[in-house]
């Protein structure tokens, strides 16, 4: 893990504890602009961004998910819009393109020296119900998740959840391990 | 963008020409260390990864696929496994579960000083067929997309596609870029 480009990757950690300091305007828009350096299926970017800083509505977003306290300064919540008239792709690949975009935050975050953590909201239509009261969603974008980011209140060390069990050279069931080993 | 972290984010663009040069295991590995590192939907984890390095499977693939030549000498197949007690929460989540891996890949590839392109697989079941057989994943696994990955063999200047009219604050519709100006 010596690449430093690497150790963002594994440097990320969800992390759930935040500080009271807020986030600045700058820090804010670069987590942005790393969301929107996402590749997405025919380049058709089907992303909106909603940035919850205000004290009520991050409590009613706390109050809306089932993911515990979580009392960043700010949210983030990730959605994909259904309108254009490339709508039979977007419907197909929103939520891989949304999801590159989020994870592209989450490690944003982690560059900029904060934490984040990913709280998924579609498909359990419940929890997109209430986001989209929460922060006045039309019916043709879709929440995809909220993530909350801020200052760390916790540390977590660098990790990579790795195993060769997960996979496979050439054909599906074929052991990697074996593969490397044969490796000269 | 002066953050090392961050340029990592911009840099990262889909190639789709490369040279001859293979890549070599620690190269592989680093990039599915990467793609483990990602968060998952309760750390489920519900991802197989098949990669893909002999000449013929990867004609196959690229046949498979209306994607253009892209002749690179390794490919990853991201693919999402069924099999799980945790099956409903699988089938929801699997498939941003999977992006987050499938991003990090890419940008693991980019650290590495490699080129890579996201090749969208499901839900298109026909792509899906046509993967399956070349490497004989099984029905309970689904292939989310193929990873293209090699020494690029064309160059991009470092983007963000970002853009104000994608980002609200507190409320969807509530212009961003009023909220950022009147920050004091």
């Excluded at 309108?83 to 419907?91: C, F, G, T, V």
């Amino acid at each position: 893990m010596e690449n430093n480009g690497l150790n963002l990757i594994f440097d990320r950690r969800s992390i759930r504890k935040f500080t009271d300091q807020k986030l600045t305007q700058a820090q804010i828009k670069q987590l942005l602009e790393a969301a929107m350096a996402a590749p997405t299926a025919m380049n058709i970017k089907p992303w909106k961004f909603v940035v919850v800083q205000d004290p009520q509505k991050l409590a009613e977003l706390r109050a809306a998910l089932p993911f515990g306290k979580m009392e960043a300064p700010c949210a983030i919540i990730v959605c994909g819009d259904m309108n254009s008239y490339k709508r039979p792709l977007i419907e197909r690949f929103w939520t891989q393109d949304c999801s590159a975009a989020t994870q592209n935050i989450l490690l944003a975050a982690t560059a900029l020296g904060l934490g984040s953590v990913w709280c998924g909201v579609h498909p359990i239509d419940r929890l997109v119900k209430k986001v989209r009261i929460v922060a006045q969603i039309p019916e043709n974008v879709i929440p995809l998740n909220v993530i909350f980011v801020g200052h760390p209140g916790e540390q977590k060390e660098a990790r990579t959840q790795y195993t060769e069990k997960n996979v496979f050279a050439e054909t599906y069931g074929t052991p990697w391990e074996d593969f490397e080993n044969n490796e000269t």
